[in-house]
T-cell receptor
Framework: KNEVEQSPQNLTAQEGEFITINCSYS?????LHWLQQHPGGGIVSLFM???GKKKHGRLIATINIQEKHSSLHITASHPRDSAVYIC????????????FGKGTKLTVNP | NAGVMQNPRHLVRRRGQEARLRCSPM?????VYWYRQLPEEGLKFMVY????????ESGMPKERFSAEFPKEGPSILRIQQVVRGDSAAYFC????????????FGPGTRLLVL
C-alpha cells in the first residue's frame, strides 16, 4: 500500500464545476504539498500545508492532521485547470524528502 | 529571478553510455533535490544535497547513479552505463532552506535510452 493515496485517479468535469481532489496518507508528516503538473510536464508548487486551510485564487487546500487527509478544491473550474494534481508529504523525523501520490488527472471540458 | 533551470531538456543515450543531467537552483537557494518520474508512475525522491554535501541519498539506486552539488556551478546527476529502465523524466527542485521551505521545481530532463 502506498504511503500517499489520491482519489480519484482521473476526473472529468465541465467548465464551471466545483472540483475536489482527495489525498490520504498513512505516516506522520511535518508538511503536505499540492503540486500541479502541466501536460507539457512542468511542475508547479501550489500549496504547502501543515495545518488548517490555504486559499489562492480559485484554489483552496485543506488538511486534517488527525484524520491524515487533505483536499484540494477548485472553484469555477476552467479548461486551463486541466493538469495532473499531485499530493506529496514530508514524513516526520527530520527527513527532507517528499513522498508522492500517483496524481489525479483532471480534464475540464469547455 | 530566474527559476530552477535544468539542461538538457531532452537527452537521448544508447545503452552503456553516460548521462549527465544539470540543475541550476534558483538564486539564493542552497538546497537541491532530485526526483525521478518513470513512465506511468509517480515521482520518487532520489537525493537531497546542500552545497558540497550529500544529505540524503536514500532514494538513489546503489549502482551507476551519483550526484553532486559543487561549491560553484550546477548540481549534476550522473548515470553511468545507462539501461533502458533509466528512461524517465528527472526533475530537480530547490529551496532556500530546510524544514518547511517550499520546493521550486525545474522543467525536468526527459531521458530516453535506446
Amino acid at each position: 500500500k502506498n504511503e500517499v493515496e489520491q482519489s480519484p485517479q482521473n476526473l472529468t468535469a465541465q467548465e464551471g464545476e466545483f472540483i475536489t481532489i482527495n489525498c490520504s496518507y498513512s505516516v506522520g508528516i511535518s508538511a503536505l504539498h499540492w503540486l500541479q503538473q502541466h501536460p507539457g510536464g512542468g511542475i508547479v508548487s501550489l500549496f504547502m500545508l501543515s495545518s488548517g486551510k490555504k486559499k489562492h485564487g480559485r484554489l483552496i487546500a485543506t488538511i486534517n492532521i488527525q484524520e491524515k487527509h487533505s483536499s484540494l478544491h477548485i472553484t469555477a473550474s476552467h479548461p486551463r485547470d486541466s493538469a495532473v494534481y499531485i499530493c506529496a508529504v514530508r514524513p516526520q523525523g527530520g527527513s527532507e524528502k517528499l513522498v508522492f501520490g500517483k496524481g489525479t488527472k483532471l480534464t475540464v471540458n469547455p | 529571478n530566474a527559476g530552477v533551470m535544468q539542461n538538457p531538456r531532452h537527452l537521448v543515450r544508447r545503452r552503456g553510455q553516460e548521462a549527465r543531467l544539470r540543475c541550476s537552483p534558483m538564486k539564493g537557494h542552497s538546497h537541491v533535490y532530485w526526483y525521478r518520474q518513470l513512465p506511468e508512475e509517480g515521482l520518487k525522491f532520489m537525493v537531497y544535497l546542500q552545497k558540497e554535501n550529500i544529505i540524503d541519498e536514500s532514494g538513489m539506486p546503489k549502482e551507476r547513479f551519483s550526484a553532486e552539488f559543487p561549491k560553484e556551478g550546477p548540481s549534476i546527476l550522473r548515470i553511468q552505463q545507462v539501461v533502458r529502465g533509466d528512461s524517465a523524466a528527472y526533475f530537480c527542485a530547490s529551496s532556500p532552506r530546510s524544514g518547511f521551505g517550499t520546493q521550486y521545481f525545474g522543467p525536468g530532463t526527459r531521458l530516453l535510452v535506446l
